[in-house]
């Protein structure tokens, strides 16, 4: 991202989020290369989201930055210092909630808080709409109302980077979109940086300031999207984009 693109983005993002730089990178399993010379700076307080097919090494690019795997060549940077283990100030979403069955929806929004931490995590959980079920077990609650737990969980820190690993890919087309809404809601209040990884680009461009597209360990193809929020589906500007997006994914263009 230039200068200027920096610029452009709201004064609200520029305050809470962190920078992450990726120069460089490059992933290998055995002899199998994943990442391929991945380059990509994102701005504080930017949403980007980031897509593909299976297999092409999104996951993988999103662990790096998190610190829970480690690059084979390139250097990745989170608000300036090098990522050699797990980031501070970063939480991660995934697809599976990984809620602990055997404490209440409060409690395991305040893991790892330490002192006076249960008003946090009940405005956290008011926040995304379940602070009246904070007194229930994880069993009982559906999906996507598991998965909004989680985002609370993620949020009760007030992170800096929020790393979202496909984390509605298993919910119903309805409670979806809430989610999406939800997420973005959160982030225009908080404004920490967000990285999605998702197969959806019909999401990425809804969601994102900027879609990455990771195509055989590469990156063909970085497209912002200008349109204002809240963004809705089927708006005509942006199933162009989306179009553009597909046909680069599927190698159409």
Known sequence: MTVAETQRLPDRLSRVGVEVSITGVGKRFG?????????????????????????????????MIAGLATASEGRIEVGGQPVTRQVADTRILFQDTRLLPWRRVLDNVGIGQRDDWKPAAMEALDQVGLASRAQDWPAVLSGGQRQRVALARAMVSHPKLLLLDEPMGALDALTRLEMQRLIEEVWGRQGFTAVLVTHDVSEAVTLADRVVVLEDGVVPMIRRIEQARPRIRGDAALSEIEGEILARILGRI
Do not use: M
């Open 31 to 63: 002899s199998h290369q994943v990442l391929t010379d991945v380059n990509l700076e994102i701005a504080p307080g930017e949403f980007v989201a980031i897509v593909g097919r299976s297999g092409c090494g999104k996951s993988t690019l999103l662990r």
